[in-house]
């Protein structure tokens, strides 16, 4: 049976249960459960987690905790007894819990260890106060560490700042406002400071009263580590002050044995002391531990002579020192011991010892001996602060140790009653002795004794230092043959207060003998009474006292014999008569100086005070001890405060009339003596005083007569100092007047009483009296005033023992009210009235209710006359903070309403004003930075907001009913009305109170809202109808709007709990005001229209609030407006635009607020589905119009929220630019707002501009050039363009476009505007900008034609998936790549931009479960662009540079080619089967546009047959042949014929490999014919390209044979019988090719007739070669680790490699990062290395690029490449040809060759990484000059090795021939198409980078090999002609001469071949550099002056040392300037074309 529980009512989860049963609970450890019911063993209830759902669980799994309930039954609230702060750190650790894990997340590591490490501290803490074993002071302190970790860890995870008092939250319900905003700026505070109580105990008012806080320092001596003494050693510590040169604490000694452990076994690990009373002035000081050491042994250590060994002697052996600055800083942050080691110095003269400290301290080094070893005393220190006893509390383990309390010198700073001390110190300083007739000096010991007036020796009255007892004598040690010895030793002689009189010192001294016998012979003595005849005791300060000699065998058994005797010079000036007979004979030339310091509260030194407390002795004196009372010093008068007093009220007794106003002057002066800081603690003292021991029952009369008479006389006094004294010592006056009174009424059983209340009465109006006086001209005056004042509320106390509170009140309030109400008195005055009202509030007087109601209308009226002239506002603001506080408290007990009633009235108004007035100071700031702190501004504004709101707060109905009535017109209350929502809307605007400031900021809005709710009826009352005012309305309104949109009111953002509890205690504060709102709304009737459409905007952000209730409440609103609007002007345009407006700038503002997303969405639904819009608008006439606005509408919403989501996170540029792009679109296509879409389209510009897209920017700002006219219409200023006219702002918008074109290289879509800007220049006659305009069109011109422009790559993204934005989502896009950017760098860019992205890996469209998945999917693959314009491309004389900006610019359609085998893969042939699908792709605006991507409109897809495929591949590479061919025919191309070797080698090698001999098998077949009779045509078609292709290699080949150069005849030998054999495999096919003569021989490469179709990236026109300085070229010529360049049998077709994309690597950088390794080769060896040796790439690089090819379906082909034309050469029946093994190997080295067919060699191409160049000889010295000219990219040059003159020719001449024809390289195609990352682009075509003869690479140049002979480029008679790549596009010009330094530009292809080292054809070749020494052959001129080349023997020149300086390497491609040279060579070059 379940029964409801009684007691057990909530317990804490300790075991997890599972909830396995019917109805189970699942529970976790920890979890807090709420218990409803019970039966047997089972209990059922809810989680604190979940309190929705209920459940069983068994009782043992729960520990129980007492509760308490409260509301039994169904809702009842159960609350844990316990510590409120153990509820608190549980249920702050349990939401903690749930952040901690999130920081991981977010990867802010450094928080997340931080806060783990504080709540582990605060588990452990909470452990502590849960035990219940902690005292209550280890409680509170457990209390403050838990709350500033709480606080700590609050505010650093953005939680709430809880308030606190007393360590526990406090209730807001139960404080005023103004408390609680106290309560958090102090938990602020200390959060901020996180330390522990401060300095000071603060009063609340007026001047604080610093209490200083001692410091202790803690000194334990762990070791002596000094052991070399073997003896027994005293140290002594202590405190010295160096700027001082005394020592400011008394010793602390320490006995070792000669083992250095203690002397005292007990002591073993306490050697410990506490230097106590250290005032933070001490600490500053420059302040030494001193430590002086005192061995006892024999007189010398090391001489065992000196003396017999059992006479001990005390000496001197070394001292050490520590300075307290460099210690002060690690030992005060530390909570444990540090310790320190200390070096002992030892003395070098003893005549110095007593000064050792100081030589050390000065570090004067010759009189002191520093220690062998660094071994010393260890010591470790701590310091610590606070009073005694608390020190005692806290470290209970020091004082355990036995410390050695050492105190110092004198008395603290503080001195504390109840200190009794009584203390001598005394210094023995110095002696003067005689010689005595020896003939060395004496060894003297000191021995003194303190002996009583009977001649007794005091028993232990001498102390040496604290930590060892105390003794009854005191040996000095002893200084070796000195007769003035200097000790310096400090004594201390704790003499009992009753042995003092009388007692005196005697010193001995004896002469310590080093003979035998070694005895101690006496030879004098000194002496000295402690006190004089007159009873004050020996003075502090240095005495010399006489010393009388006396033999060794005097035994002073009578002292009287010498006390008689005087002992120092004013003792015998005082006594001169003594007789000369005596015993003792003083000797005249020996002195003893001491000096003593009395430390003591018993004893004085002082005489006058003396003479006071035995006043009766001298009653004729008292006048004048009374008047010389204040000479005395303080602490000797605090000392004996008691007797004092009573001596002075005994004197008043005695003769009242004479001696009255002298004792009250000497009581005044005692009293504000105990103001002092330092007497502070006295003021008790003087309390119990009063209480218990004061016994002058008459005093009072005569007090009283005294002080009014004083204040009488103020108004006539010109100095008034004595009385500004009296008025300072009020409290205490009175003190002594009231107990007085009661000592005598009580003797007298209350006789004249009513005498006592009139005179009090008459004080008090002589008190307004000095008040009143108008202190204006006098400033005496006013610092009078300022002294009653001040000390004024310190008497009410007093007061009320007497009279009643409400006799008191009116006291008060007399004299308050006696203060002049005017302001301007004078500042000061000012502060110190406001003060003593400030005191008054806080006296116990005004806690009383009666006497409240008498004060609070005089201190009310003083506020009010400061609040409304602004000054004195802290004051103020403190002072209302303190009523409001006590009325707060009084209004839980009582009725406060009256006195509510009266602040109203006299405040509120003025308070809202000064908020105003403050609020709007802040907002400026200008007029704040003159007078105060920003800070102080807010900390005032946050003082009045809360004193108006506590104000609000205690008004009830009643109150505002009054309030309201009593305004006289409609005007004040307009006025009241425009004040109070003005405040409101301040106090959310500006956020007066911190975002964490929770607490504050919920009850505020709750006042507000409550005030609102009192205020609008009043507003609808009197504003209504006709009385209707649009300015309280649109107040009224745009407040609502703020309230309901405050940050902090938005629930849905807070924790379950945190919500729940604010439901709970508030309810849902936004509805309320949406309510008023709406009912507000309602009651304007007609005047609604004015609000429209001024409030749709803010209406609309209330809609946003995601409260479905406050939805609800708004749109009938809407629907209103749209109705009203609709009547009055037949359509609703205003609102539409309004709310578009609305919506775009809430999403723009909207930084930073989470809730956007959810916002938005819910927006849709406002008009969605639940009582929507939409639903309203059906029954309207406006329907459709209505309905159409609403889609719209949330259309833009869905783009808006994705610019929003864009825009606000760390979201790249792409995802910007492409939201903004959408958003723009929007606003131009269907929402037609222009001024929208000018916005966004110059936030686009903005952004591109960012991302350096200048190109797509300028198309940007061309939209908004399109809106303009040239005309002359003014314009508005907007955005950042100032108003202008329509002309001026488009020219200016033209010539900005124009600038953009030229930064993006598009200067073909500048000149346009150009033209057009030249056309209204023109028609406006201004020829200067006409000039202009037309120059700068020219210049775009030469630069189309000669600077290099980087062709970019495109790209197809498609995004799938719903988890893509809006804009994106299942679309496809094309991408125009970022220069030098490969698809595979494009491909990490976009899945960097969408980390979620999953890359879909092959190019297929994607099917529905995709597209509708929940994820995201990209698909990228590289596109070839299909150019618009083919009219240009097809004119044959058009120049490639201008040709290539038309394939790839104003695009729209792009294609790529997917390989596919329809049918059988043909084993023997696959281009049998071997189909392209060809997809071409539209987009809906050409690139480059205004984004550097455009969505695809619609595609289209053919399937392309083989045969189809295989006329386009040879069409192609006849085209490519033919031009290339022409190219060489008409001389364009001179000297290095590589670039025709490679072509014709790749040909002619593959065609016998395979090639096109492969489509002769494929579609000659009779098979084929037969089955394929529709192909006939193609068929002869490509029979005829073939035959065509065979005739062109004939031509090619008889070209070579005439270029050839002598040393590559076997490759050409090998080319002719290649092209027999391809010719003869052809020929039974195509008939007609034997008729071909073979034209020489040749060889092949392996590249030839792949990809060189007319536009593809391979073609000719895109393809540039290295530059001759290029590092590929270098790479080249270093490739092989022991094959010889010289070699005349590496012309093997393995020894060309080729290093197409492949090379290129992942970035350029790969290239230059290869590392040479030192080879064993020379440029001499003359045998070559089998072509596998070639590639030693690690293999790490191989893999690398491995994963290339896994992309490979994704690699289209590239632009218009047929795919087939990939395969032909590559493989036979499926084996890569020999060639291409070769290739391969050299290529790829021992990994195994790709085997996709799909793959072009150039693809499989892998880089390789030459592990061991050649460095030797003259490569190597290639390389500082390569490195010179191109950069410091290079691996760093290797030292060369000298060599021999001759070894340079050896076989130079084989060489240079091969350099200068070997065909380079062919670049496989143009980089920018490769897949893989980019190198720096070359700016050359294939004729030689250095076009035209540039002399620096004459000869071999790159190898630094040749002679000053002949350039290889030749010096022929006419200029070089300008060479062209083979589609003659004129190439980059280079200067002729060097000096003229042309920056080098970056390298665009990689082009290598193994043992070429010249991978460039060079100009014209005339003549080859001859051997070094050799003069060219056919010179018709003299060459240009040549640089000369690096390491030549001597005599040939040498490089300077700058060129070999690496020159950095421009990345962008610069351009010299064309020189008249190579204008020529353009006539020529064009000449030549048309002869073609």
């Known amino acids: 049976m379940w029964t409801p529980t009684e007691e057990e009512k909530i317990g804490v989860v300790i075991c997890n249960f599972r909830g396995s049963v019917p109805q189970g609970l699942i529970l976790e450890i920890g979890e807090t459960v709420q218990i409803l019911e019970k039966c047997e063993g089972w209990y059922r209830g809810f989680s604190a987690r979940k309190p929705a759902i209920k459940g069983i669980f068994p009782a043992s799994y729960v520990h129980l905790k007492k509760a308490i309930v409260s509301n039994r039954g169904q809702y009842e609230t159960v609350t844990p007894l316990e510590d409120p702060i153990v509820t608190e750190v549980t249920s702050t650790l349990q939401e903690w819990a749930v952040l901690w894990k999130q920081l991981y997340v977010k990867h802010k590591v450094d928080l997340f260890y931080k806060l783990r490490h504080v709540m582990n501290e605060l588990i452990d803490l909470r452990r502590q106060l849960l035990s219940g074993h902690l005292t209550q002071d280890q409680v509170r302190d457990v209390k403050r560490h838990i709350t500033v970790r709480l606080d700590w860890g609050n505010e650093h995870l953005g939680l709430d700042l809880v308030p606190r008092k007393e360590f526990e939250m406090v209730d807001a319900e139960q404080i005023s406002v103004s408390d609680l905003y106290k309560m958090h700026l102090s938990s602020r505070h200390s959060v901020q400071q996180s330390t522990s109580q401060g300095d000071s105990i603060r009063q609340r008012h007026g001047e604080t009263c610093r209490i200083p806080i001692p410091h202790h320092l803690f000194l334990n001596l762990k070791s002596f580590t000094y052991n070399s003494i073997g003896e027994d050693t005293d140290i002594f510590f202590s405190l010295y002050d160096m700027r001082e040169g005394k020592q400011i604490s008394e010793r602390f000694m320490v006995k070792l044995n000669k083992n250095g452990g203690p002397k005292n076994p007990e002591k073993i690990d306490r050697l410990c002391a506490l230097f106590t009373d250290l005032s933070s002035k001490d600490l500053k000081r420059d302040l030494y531990i001193v430590a002086h050491i005192i061995r006892t042994g024999r007189m010398l250590i090391n001489d065992s002579k000196k003396g017999p060994p059992h006479v001990q002697y005390r000496r001197p052996y070394g001292c050490t020192v520590l300075s307290m600055n460099d210690v002060l800083q690690s030992i005060s942050e530390l909570k444990e011991e540090k310790d320190f080691v200390l070096k002992v110095y030892t003395c070098n003269n003893e005549n110095e010892w007593y000064q050792i400290h100081e030589n050390i301290i000065r570090k004067s080094s010759t009189k002191y001996t520093a220690p062998s070893t660094n071994y010393g005393l260890i010591i470790s220190l701590q310091l610590l602060r606070g009073e005694m006893e608390q020190i005692r509390r806290e470290n209970p383990m020091i004082f355990n140790r036995g410390v050695a309390v050492t105190r110092k010198l004198g008395f603290p700073d503080v001195i504390m009653p109840g200190d009794i001390r009584n203390d001598l110190y005394l210094t023995l300083e110095r002696g003067d002795f005689e010689r005595g007739g020896k003939s060395v000096q004496k060894n003297i010991e000191v021995t003194i004794y303190v002996l009583y007036a009977d001649g007794e020796i005091l028993k232990d009255c001498i102390s040496l230092g604290s930590g060892e007892p105390h003794v009854s004598e005191h040996r000095s040690f002893v200084l070796y043959h000195n007769n003035s010895p200097r000790w310096g030793e400090i004594i201390k002689l704790p003499i009992p207060i009753d042995r003092f009189r009388g007692s005196h010192l005697r010193f001995e001294f004896r002469h310590c003998s080093t003979k035998d016998k070694g005895e101690k012979k006496l030879f004098g003595f000194a002496f000295t009474p402690l006190m004089r005849e007159d009873g004050t005791t020996l003075s502090d300060e240095s005495h010399e006292l006489y010393v009388y000699k006396c033999d060794e065998n005097t035994t002073f058994s009578n002292h009287a014999l010498y006390l008689g005797l005087p002992c120092c010079k004013d003792d015998f000036n005082g006594c001169p008569n003594i007789p000369s007979s005596l015993i003792f004979q003083r000797s005249a030339k020996e002195t003893l100086w001491i000096s003593t310091q009395l430390s003591s509260t018993k004893l004085t030194q002082n005489v006058d005070l003396l003479a006071l407390l035995k006043w009766k002795a001298h009653p004729d004196r008292v006048m004048d001890i009374l008047g010389r009372l204040r000479h005395v010093s303080g602490e000797e008068i605090v000392k004996f405060l008691q007797d004092i007093l009573d001596t002075l009220f005994s004197i008043l007794d005695d003769n009242t009339d004479k001696y009255g106003p002298l004792v009250f002057q000497s009581l005044v002066f005692i009293i504000n003596l105990l103001r002092d800081s330092k007497y502070y603690h006295f003021r008790p003292v003087m309390d119990t005083y009063i209480l218990k021991h004061f016994a002058g029952a008459l005093a009072y009369k005569e007090l009283i007569r005294c002080l009014k008479w004083y204040m009488d006389r103020s108004a006539e006094v010109i100095r008034q100092d004595h009385i500004q004294e009296a008025m300072r010592a009020l409290e205490y006056l009175f003190k002594f007047i009231v107990q007085s009174r009661i000592l005598y009424s009580r003797a007298t059983c209350g006789m004249e009483e009513e005498q006592f209340r009139a005179s009090i009465q008459e004080l008090f109006q002589s008190i307004r009296f000095v008040l009143s006086l108008d202190s204006r001209s006098s400033e005496t005056l006013i610092f009078t005033q300022a002294a009653l004042l001040n000390s004024f509320p310190a008497i009410f106390d007093e007061l009320l023992q007497m009279f009643t509170v409400q006799e008191v009140a009116e006291f008060v309030r007399g004299t308050l009210g006696s203060m002049p109400s005017t302001v301007h008195i004078g500042q000061s005055m000012d502060v110190v009235k406001l003060q003593s009202i400030a005191r008054t509030v806080d006296s116990r007087l005004f806690s009383f209710p009666e006497s409240r109601r008498i004060l609070l209308p005089v201190v009310l009226h003083h506020i009010h006359l400061h609040l409304r002239q602004q000054k004195e506002l802290l004051i103020c603001s403190g002072i209302l903070g303190s009523i409001f506080s006590i009325i707060k408290a009084s209004s839980l007990e009582t009725s406060v309403q009256e006195e509510v009633e009266m602040m109203v009235e006299s405040l509120l108004d003025v308070l809202l004003q000064t908020l105003l007035t403050i609020m709007s100071k802040s907002q400026s700031q200008e007029a704040v930075r003159g007078q105060r702190c920003p800070q102080c501004t807010a900390e005032i504004t946050g003082e009045y907001v809360s004193c108006l709101l506590s104000l609000l707060r205690q008004m009830s109905d009643i109150h505002f009913q009054h309030l309201l009535d009593n305004f006289q017109s409609k005007e004040e209350l307009k006025e009241f009305l425009l004040k109070i929502f003005c405040v409101f809307r301040n106090l959310m605007k500006l956020s007066i109170f911190p975002r964490d400031w929770m607490v504050m900021r919920l009850l505020t809005s709750n006042i507000i809202v409550t005030t609102v709710q009192y205020l609008s009826p009043a507003l609808h009352k009197n504003f209504t109808e006709s009385d209707f005012d649009f300015k309280v309305w649109n107040s009224y309104f745009?407040?609502?709007?703020?309230?309901?949109?405050?940050?902090?009111?938005?629930?849905?953002?807070?924790?379950?709990?945190?919500?729940?509890?604010?439901?709970?205690?508030?309810?849902?504060?936004?509805?309320?005001?949406?309510?008023?709102?709406?009912?507000?709304?309602?009651?304007?009737?007609?005047?609604?229209?004015?609000?429209?459409?001024?409030?749709?905007?803010?209406?609309?952000?209330?809609?946003?609030?995601?409260?479905?209730?406050?939805?609800?409440?708004?749109?009938?609103?809407?629907?209103?407006?749209?109705?009203?609007?609709?009547?009055?002007?037949?359509?609703?345009?205003?609102?539409?635009?309004?709310?578009?407006?609305?919506?775009?700038?809430?999403?723009?503002?909207?930084?930073?607020?989470?809730?956007?997303?959810?916002?938005?969405?819910?927006?849709?639904?406002?008009?969605?589905?639940?009582?929507?819009?939409?639903?309203?608008?059906?029954?309207?006439?406006?329907?459709?119009?209505?309905?159409?606005?609403?889609?719209?509408?949330?259309?833009?919403?869905?783009?808006?929220?994705?610019?929003?989501?864009?825009?606000?996170?760390?979201?790249?540029?792409?995802?910007?630019?492409?939201?903004?792009?959408?958003?723009?679109?929007?606003?131009?296509?269907?929402?037609?707002?222009?001024?929208?879409?000018?916005?966004?389209?110059?936030?686009?510009?903005?952004?591109?501009?960012?991302?350096?897209?200048?190109?797509?920017?300028?198309?940007?700002?061309?939209?908004?050039?399109?809106?303009?006219?040239?005309?002359?219409?003014?314009?508005?200023?907007?955005?950042?363009?100032?108003?202008?006219?329509?002309?001026?702002?488009?020219?200016?918008?033209?010539?900005?476009?124009?600038?953009?074109?030229?930064?993006?290289?598009?200067?073909?879509?500048?000149?346009?505007?150009?033209?057009?800007?030249?056309?209204?220049?023109?028609?406006?006659?201004?020829?200067?900008?006409?000039?202009?305009?037309?120059?700068?069109?020219?210049?775009?011109?030469?630069?189309?034609?000669?600077?290099?422009?980087?062709?970019?790559?495109?790209?197809?993204?498609?995004?799938?998936?719903?988890?893509?934005?809006?804009?994106?989502?299942?679309?496809?896009?094309?991408?125009?790549?970022?220069?030098?950017?490969?698809?595979?760098?494009?491909?990490?860019?976009?899945?960097?931009?969408?980390?979620?992205?999953?890359?879909?890996?092959?190019?297929?469209?994607?099917?529905?479960?995709?597209?509708?998945?929940?994820?995201?999917?990209?698909?990228?693959?590289?596109?070839?662009?299909?150019?618009?314009?083919?009219?240009?491309?097809?004119?044959?004389?058009?120049?490639?540079?201008?040709?290539?900006?038309?394939?790839?610019?104003?695009?729209?359609?792009?294609?790529?080619?997917?390989?596919?085998?329809?049918?059988?893969?043909?084993?023997?042939?696959?281009?049998?089967?071997?189909?392209?699908?060809?997809?071409?792709?539209?987009?809906?605006?050409?690139?480059?546009?205004?984004?550097?991507?455009?969505?695809?409109?619609?595609?289209?897809?053919?399937?392309?047959?083989?045969?189809?495929?295989?006329?386009?591949?040879?069409?192609?590479?006849?085209?490519?042949?033919?031009?290339?061919?022409?190219?060489?025919?008409?001389?364009?191309?001179?000297?290095?014929?590589?670039?025709?070797?490679?072509?014709?080698?790749?040909?002619?090698?593959?065609?016998?490999?395979?090639?096109?001999?492969?489509?002769?098998?494929?579609?000659?077949?009779?098979?084929?014919?037969?089955?394929?009779?529709?192909?006939?045509?193609?068929?002869?078609?490509?029979?005829?390209?073939?035959?065509?292709?065979?005739?062109?290699?004939?031509?090619?080949?008889?070209?070579?044979?005439?270029?050839?150069?002598?040393?590559?005849?076997?490759?050409?030998?090998?080319?002719?019988?290649?092209?027999?054999?391809?010719?003869?495999?052809?020929?039974?096919?195509?008939?007609?090719?034997?008729?071909?003569?073979?034209?020489?021989?040749?060889?092949?490469?392996?590249?030839?007739?792949?990809?060189?179709?007319?536009?593809?990236?391979?073609?000719?026109?895109?393809?540039?070669?290295?530059?001759?300085?290029?590092?590929?070229?270098?790479?080249?010529?270093?490739?092989?680790?022991?094959?010889?360049?010289?070699?005349?049998?590496?012309?093997?077709?393995?020894?060309?490699?080729?290093?197409?994309?492949?090379?290129?690597?992942?970035?350029?950088?790969?290239?230059?990062?290869?590392?040479?390794?030192?080879?064993?080769?020379?440029?001499?060896?003359?045998?070559?290395?089998?072509?596998?040796?070639?590639?030693?790439?690690?293999?790490?690089?191989?893999?690398?690029?491995?994963?290339?090819?896994?992309?490979?379906?994704?690699?289209?082909?590239?632009?218009?490449?047929?795919?087939?034309?990939?395969?032909?050469?590559?493989?036979?029946?499926?084996?890569?040809?020999?060639?291409?093994?070769?290739?391969?190997?050299?290529?790829?080295?021992?990994?195994?060759?790709?085997?996709?067919?799909?793959?072009?060699?150039?693809?499989?191409?892998?880089?390789?990484?030459?592990?061991?160049?050649?460095?030797?000889?003259?490569?190597?010295?290639?390389?500082?000059?390569?490195?010179?000219?191109?950069?410091?990219?290079?691996?760093?040059?290797?030292?060369?090795?000298?060599?021999?003159?001759?070894?340079?020719?050896?076989?130079?001449?084989?060489?240079?021939?091969?350099?200068?024809?070997?065909?380079?390289?062919?670049?496989?195609?143009?980089?920018?198409?490769?897949?893989?990352?980019?190198?720096?682009?070359?700016?050359?075509?294939?004729?030689?980078?250095?076009?035209?003869?540039?002399?620096?690479?004459?000869?071999?140049?790159?190898?630094?090999?040749?002679?000053?002979?002949?350039?290889?480029?030749?010096?022929?008679s006419e200029p070089p002609a300008r060479t062209d790549t083979m589609d003659s596009v004129p190439s980059q010009a280079w200067n002729t001469d060097e000096d003229i330094e042309s920056p080098y530009l970056p390298v665009r292809y990689s082009i290598s071949e193994p043992d070429v080292l010249d991978s460039v054809k060079p100009p014209p070749c005339r003549s080859h550099s001859a051997p070094g020494g050799v003069t060219p052959q056919d010179g018709h001129h003299d060459p240009p002056a040549l640089p000369p080349k690096p390491y030549l023997p001597r005599g040939e020149g040498s490089i300077p040392e700058e060129e070999i300086r690496p020159r950095p390497m421009p990345r962008k491609i610069s351009q010299p300037l064309m020189s008249n040279k190579e204008e020529q060579a353009k006539v020529a070059w064009e000449h030549g074309i048309n002869e073609e």
């Open 1038 to 1916: 745009s407040l609502a709007v703020l309230y309901i949109n405050q940050p902090s009111l938005q629930l849905e953002t807070l924790t379950p709990a945190k919500r729940k509890k604010i439901l709970d205690k508030y309810g849902d504060m936004r509805v309320m005001m949406a309510y008023e709102l709406f009912s507000m709304w309602q009651n304007l009737g007609e005047n609604k229209i004015h609000f429209i459409p001024g409030m749709i905007g803010p209406f609309l952000g209330v809609t946003l609030v995601p409260q479905h209730e406050v939805r609800n409440i708004m749109i009938p609103i809407f629907h209103d407006m749209m109705d009203w609007e609709q009547r009055k002007n037949g359509n609703f345009k205003q609102v539409e635009a309004e709310l578009i407006d609305k919506l775009d700038s809430l999403v723009s503002e909207g930084k930073g607020d989470e809730n956007y997303r959810e916002l938005f969405s819910l927006l849709t639904q406002l008009f969605g589905p639940y009582p929507s819009l939409l639903e309203k608008i059906e029954q309207e006439t406006w329907r459709e119009t209505g309905i159409s606005f609403v889609t719209s509408v949330t259309r833009l919403m869905e783009r808006l929220l994705d610019y929003r989501d864009c825009m606000k996170g760390d979201e790249t540029e792409n995802k910007k630019i492409g939201c903004t792009v959408n958003l723009l679109n929007f606003y131009k296509s269907e929402i037609n707002k222009e001024e929208m879409y000018i916005r966004y389209i110059h936030k686009l510009c903005d952004m591109h501009l960012q991302a350096e897209n200048y190109t797509e920017a300028a198309f940007t700002l061309l939209l908004y050039w399109e809106l303009l006219n040239w005309e002359d219409r003014p314009l508005r200023e907007f955005l950042h363009y100032p108003a202008q006219s329509e002309w001026q702002r488009k020219e200016g918008l033209c010539r900005k476009v124009i600038h953009y074109f030229n930064k993006g290289k598009c200067w073909e879509y500048g000149i346009p505007l150009c033209r057009e800007l030249a056309c209204q220049y023109e028609a406006l006659y201004d020829y200067q900008s006409l000039s202009w305009i037309r120059k700068m069109e020219a210049a775009y011109y030469d630069n189309i034609m000669e600077q290099q422009r980087l062709e970019p790559e495109f790209f197809r993204v498609g995004f799938y998936g719903r988890k893509f934005p809006f804009f994106l989502r299942n679309k496809e896009f094309v991408c125009r790549g970022h220069d030098y950017e490969r698809l595979e760098a494009f491909q990490q860019r976009m899945l960097g931009e969408f980390p979620q992205a999953i890359a879909m890996q092959h190019p297929n469209q994607p099917d529905e479960t995709i597209l509708q998945c929940d994820a995201q999917y990209l698909q990228i693959y590289a596109v070839t662009p299909i150019p618009e314009n083919m009219d240009v491309l097809q004119l044959d004389r058009v120049p490639d540079r201008i040709k290539s900006f038309y394939r790839v610019n104003n695009v729209r359609r792009f294609r790529y080619d997917r390989p596919f085998h329809k049918g059988p893969k043909d084993r023997d042939n696959e281009f049998k089967s071997l189909w392209i699908e060809r997809t071409t792709l539209i987009l809906t605006h050409p690139l480059p546009g205004i984004s550097r991507w455009f969505e695809v409109e619609k595609r289209e897809v053919v399937e392309v047959s083989p045969l189809e495929n295989a006329i386009y591949v040879v069409e192609n590479k006849n085209h490519e042949l033919r031009t290339l061919i022409s190219q060489y025919q008409h001389k364009q191309l001179h000297g290095n014929i590589n670039l025709l070797s490679m072509c014709l080698n790749g040909v002619i090698d593959a065609a016998v490999n395979g090639g096109i001999a492969r489509y002769q098998e494929a579609f000659f077949d009779k098979e084929y014919i037969t089955s394929h009779p529709e192909d006939t045509e193609k068929i002869t078609q490509l029979k005829d390209l073939m035959q065509e292709q065979v005739h062109i290699l004939g031509v090619g080949l008889a070209v070579h044979e005439k270029l050839v150069h002598p040393e590559m005849r076997p490759l050409h030998k090998k080319l002719i019988d290649q092209f027999q054999m391809m010719r003869s495999s052809l020929c039974h096919g195509l008939p007609g090719l034997e008729k071909l003569s073979p034209a020489c021989s040749g060889s092949s490469t392996p590249r030839g007739n792949i990809h060189m179709t007319s536009h593809s990236p391979m073609s000719p026109e895109s393809m540039k070669l290295v530059h001759r300085h290029s590092p590929l070229n270098l790479l080249g010529s270093i490739r092989h680790s022991s094959s010889s360049l010289s070699s005349h049998t590496s012309s093997e077709t393995g020894n060309l490699v080729i290093l197409t994309d492949g090379l290129v690597g992942e970035t350029a950088d790969d290239i230059y990062r290869m590392q040479a390794s030192p080879s064993s080769s020379s440029l001499s060896s003359t045998h070559s290395a089998p072509s596998q040796m070639i590639n030693s790439a690690p293999s790490s690089i191989r893999d690398k690029y491995r994963h290339n090819r896994e992309m490979v379906m994704l690699l289209p082909p590239h632009r218009d490449r047929p795919s087939s034309a990939m395969y032909p050469a590559m493989t036979e029946n499926g084996q890569p040809t020999n060639f291409h093994r070769a290739l391969m190997q050299q290529m790829i080295g021992p990994c195994k060759p790709c085997s996709d067919p799909n793959l072009s060699v150039a693809e499989k191409a892998v880089p390789t990484a030459p592990s061991s160049w050649s460095l030797d000889s003259g490569t190597r010295e290639a390389m500082p000059f390569l490195t010179a000219h191109v950069g410091n990219i290079m691996v760093p040059p290797v030292p060369p090795r000298t060599l021999p003159p001759g070894h340079f020719s050896m076989h130079f001449d084989a060489f240079h021939h091969q350099i200068s024809d070997l065909p380079p390289a062919l670049p496989a195609r143009c980089l920018r198409k490769s897949p893989l990352h980019p190198i720096p682009a070359s700016p050359t075509s294939p004729q030689s980078g250095l076009d035209g003869s540039n002399s620096t690479l004459s000869g071999s140049a790159s190898s630094g090999v040749s002679s000053l002979s002949e350039s290889n480029f030749g010096q022929s």
